[in-house]
């Protein structure tokens, strides 16, 4: 059993303990951090979709007249840069992590509230320099920065968007430290390493990447920086340096990166099911283990981005059979996920919606990696649509899908307030068919040699860019939905109570919005994670 022994009900929450603009820019409480972090996230994904809708906008038509070639080189150059280093990446541990971590192992805080804040600053900071390359001209090599792009060939504003990354890169590193060390030495008594929820294994074994592999890619762009400036030649072949040394050292981190998106959203995804399911999860270590193993696997295979970079074949072999290695402990996930579900008492809530959806998005897009781990069909697949769409389907699909789940789960804990269940449900159910129809063309678009990064093609791919711009806007309305219902239940939602979903777990166990210091007497906890048997025959609300 679960015990924490504050009042159910108190007068001072962590949103009203405090007032004014000074008491939120200096705080050090991790709720309101996680809050600064929440409208930080959201205006840099509302910047990288106005991109998306001018991308999808002119791919509409063959003739590619919206933009100019180099104009479209730096749309969709800055909407991944916003996308993947602002909002993908940060979005569940800055957001739900800062938010829940202390509160689910019975916390006070996390182990340094100083830094914690000052690895928002350091985020806002790095968003300042990349906004700044967007309002001044911006930059067209591609997210990815590939040289000899951005070292010879780019006259705009690289040296600018790699110190805004270079600066981003810190923020992630300091939240990594802070998980870490909160989660080994914060746990309260009774909560051992096998009774921590898998939200908590998810961003442990998030955090373990973040403080590997971040270091790398900010060296990485600190090098090109260096390159770009002063002509020191460590990718310029003419000056001494190797182009495909850039690659190996950007994708040493960003296949990890991948992970550090899609870790936690497999973690939110774990909670849900178990709440909705009423049902312990099936196989807790196996899922758990697998957190870490796809940590430690998602470091070996970064050599598949390769194999048409002049890497030799018996690399390239190796590095394909990791890259399906990497698929087990995923299926793993996949798969006890569903026995979760199996003969389990189901309400589908929306945020339940959303993590069947997230399933659903994130399999298809593990299955279509497997085409890209495979040598012979890589060559033919590279640089097409097809790995546009199956990269959609990990982060967008995925990420995005277990964000916005995590969100409606934990509103109700984190404003005191429930939205309006029946305007949820609509939005996720838009949400999953409007990224089916925008990018599942895409996966033919490739296969029939649709090159990416290409706004001009032949007239027979258009039907199928057609569609995908028709379920953009589809995607796009659904995006809008929650963003407005979230701020309607703010004034007009109801009451949400302490536990309004009866699910298990610390966090559920003290009031709706929580507290300041969480909990007035450190919790105890007696029992297995995600019990439910002492909640049977009890209804979700």
Do not use: C
Not at 449 to 469: A, C, D, I, K
């Amino acid at each position: 059993m679960i015990t924490a022994t504050e009042p159910v009900v108190a007068p001072k929450t962590y949103l009203n303990a405090e007032y004014g603009a000074k008491s939120w820019l200096l705080t050090k409480d991790h709720k309101r951090i996680a809050l600064l972090y929440l409208v930080s996230v959201t205006l840099f994904f509302f910047l990288g979709g106005i991109m998306a809708v001018l991308i999808r906008i002119e791919l509409a038509t063959p003739a590619g007249d919206l933009v100019q070639s180099n104009t479209y080189n730096k749309l969709f150059t800055m909407h991944g840069i916003l996308m993947i280093f602002f909002f993908l990446i940060p979005s569940i541990p800055a957001v739900l992590g800062n938010f829940l971590v202390p509160l689910m192992i019975g916390a006070k805080d996390l182990a340094f509230p100083r830094i914690n804040l000052l690895s928002w600053y350091i985020y806002v900071i790095g968003g300042f320099f990349t906004l700044y390359v967007l309002f001044t001209g911006g930059v067209d090599t591609g997210w990815t920065f590939y040289t000899p792009f951005s070292t010879t060939y780019s006259n705009t504003y690289v040296t600018a968007t790699a110190i805004g990354i270079f600066i981003v890169g810190f923020s992630s590193i300091l939240t990594g430290l802070n998980f870490i060390v909160t989660i080994h030495r914060m746990r309260a008594p009774g909560m051992t390493w096998f009774r921590l929820p898998l939200f908590i294994w998810a961003h442990y074994a998030t955090s373990v990447i973040q403080i590997l592999g971040t270091p790398v890619i900010a060296v990485t762009i600190l090098l090109l920086a260096l390159e770009r400036g002063f002509h020191i030649g460590f990718f310029d072949p003419a000056q001494g340096g190797d182009p495909v040394l850039f690659q190996h050292l950007f994708w040493f981190y960003s296949h990890p990166a991948v992970y550090i998106m899609i870790l936690p959203a497999m973690g939110v995804t774990s909670e849900i099911i178990t709440t909705f399911s009423r049902k312990a999860p099936f196989g807790y270590s196996f899922i758990a283990m697998s957190s870490v193993a796809i940590a430690v696997f998602g470091f070996l295979v970064w050599g598949h981005h390769l194999f048409v970079s002049s890497q030799s074949v018996y690399a390239g072999m190796v590095f394909s059979v990791l890259s399906y290695l990497v698929a087990i402990p995923s299926a793993i996930k996949v798969f006890n996920w569903t026995a979760t579900m199996y003969k389990g008492s189901i309400s589908l809530n929306t945020p339940m919606l959303y993590a069947i959806g997230f399933i659903g998005l994130f399999t298809i897009g593990g299955l279509t990696g497997l085409f890209l781990a495979a040598l012979g069909m890589d060559v033919h697949l590279t640089d097409t649509y097809f790995v546009v769409a199956h990269f959609h389907y990990i982060m967008v699909g995925g990420a995005i899908m277990g964000y916005l789940g995590g969100l409606h789960f934990w509103w109700p804990k984190i404003t005191g307030k429930m939205y309006p269940e029946n305007w949820a449900r609509v939005s996720a159910i838009v949400i999953f068919l409007g990224f089916n129809l925008t990018f599942f063309p895409q996966f033919i678009l490739g296969y029939l040699g649709m090159p990416r990064r290409y706004h001009v093609y032949p007239p027979e791919f258009q039907v199928y860019n057609v569609l995908s711009s028709a379920g953009a806007t589809v995607l796009g309305a659904g995006y809008l939905l929650p963003f407005i219902y979230f701020f309607w239940s703010l004034k007009y939602g109801k009451p949400a109570g302490p536990n309004p979903w009866n699910a298990a777990g610390l966090e559920w166990q003290t009031q709706s919005p929580p507290l300041p210091e969480n909990f007035v007497i450190t919790p105890v906890v007696t029992e297995e994670a995600h019990t439910f048997s002492h909640r049977e025959g009890v209804e979700v609300g």
